[in-house]
């Protein structure tokens, strides 16, 4: 079994950036075009520690390019939301928020910086609907941020996932704002579209905030099965689905969804085609230590069924 996103060059992103091979990250990144591709690689470039100790040099080293920029405002990001970690808000002391904010507002400045030299790119506006979310810009600013990346990429699916974020509940929005978004969205892009995956998020967001017992009874009613498999059928079942960028997730995300949702033999289908390949998204939700172990525990359950 592997753990990862299906896009082999995310381990070499990865290596670089730790490492701080500079030269080697920038040329993955360079390599892809400015899209969905680019925006899961710089995001695995800012997900690795110790990126913050070597790419303020890149930075002033080359003052007028973006993609340094691009890697720092990223690495801000990440290393903002490590300080205040998955607590709830008021588990999280002050000093907390108080670095937290701290690094995001630097990822912004590096984040604007990057929109200006390259107006026409997508994933400085995905960092700034995150960073807009930890600094609670509020949901008019928010929905800007989203618009300003799908002017550039329609259909991207990052971006379509943080803004399924802003509206949760949990952030300010509410369940039925989530759901209506995740169904326009998914259902008004076309067919063998990756933005299925929204339909299966939002009733895993919605489970997350349901007690014990009541989760299990929402995703089981017949509504919540019926509109998992519409959206289904115009995503990874439609013959116009292609497996790229976050192919591998929108699969994960429907196995896990059909799973909760009782329904073993379409979570069959989901298991199978992943081909024993997990994500963290969204299995942390279920095993936030092992993500691959809440995998194969609804796999193996779905196969005895």
């Known amino acids: 079994m592997q753990k990862d ?11 670089a950036a730790a490492s701080g091979d500079w030269d080697t ?28 100790n070597w790419i303020d040099e890149v930075v002033e080293a080359e003052p007028e390019a973006a993609l340094p920029r691009l890697v720092a405002g990223f690495r801000h990001i990440s290393w ?11 588990h999280v002391s002050r000093e907390q928020f108080k670095v ?18 390259e107006p026409s790119w997508t994933s400085p506006w995905l960092g700034l609907q995150r ?3 930890g600094l609670e810009v509020g949901q008019a600013t928010a929905r800007r941020r989203f618009e ?41 892009a076309p067919g063998g579209t990756l933005l299925g995956q929204l339909v299966a998020m939002a009733h895993i967001e919605q489970w997350l905030s349901l007690d014990r017992g009541a989760d299990a009874s929402y995703m089981r009613q017949s509504a919540v099965v019926s509109s998992l498999w519409e959206a289904a059928d115009h995503s990874f079942r439609h013959p116009d689905f292609v497996r790229s960028g976050g192919w591998l997730q929108v699969l994960n995300t429907f196995a896990m969804a059909l799973s909760l949702a009782g329904d073993h033999g379409g979570a069959r289908e989901c298991f199978d085609a992943t081909e024993g390949r997990v994500t963290e ?16 525990e ?5 196969a005895q069924r």
């Open 5 to 15: 996103s299906g896009d082999p060059d995310v381990a070499l992103v990865r290596k």
């Open 148 to 188: 300003a990346a799908v002017r550039r990429d329609r259909f991207h699916l990052g971006a379509h996932q943080q803004h399924l974020q802003q509206v949760c509940d949990k952030w300010g929005g509410s369940h039925e704002e989530m759901h209506a978004f995740a169904r326009e969205s998914a259902l008004g």
């Open 131 to 133: 960073t807009g979310r």
């Open 100 to 117: 937290f904010h701290a690094r995001l507002r630097i990822a912004e400045q590096h984040l604007y910086e990057v929109a200006e030299r």
């Open 25 to 52: 990250l920038r040329g993955l990144l360079e390599a892809r075009p400015e899209s969905e591709d680019r925006t899961e690689l710089v995001q695995a470039a800012g997900d690795m520690d110790g990126v913050e």
């Open 298 to 302: 609804q796999r193996s359950a779905a």
């Open 281 to 296: 998204t969204p299995w942390q939700y279920l095993n936030g230590s092992d993500p691959a172990a809440a995998y194969r």
């Open 80 to 90: 903002g939301w490590e300080a205040r970690t998955a607590l709830q808000a008021s």
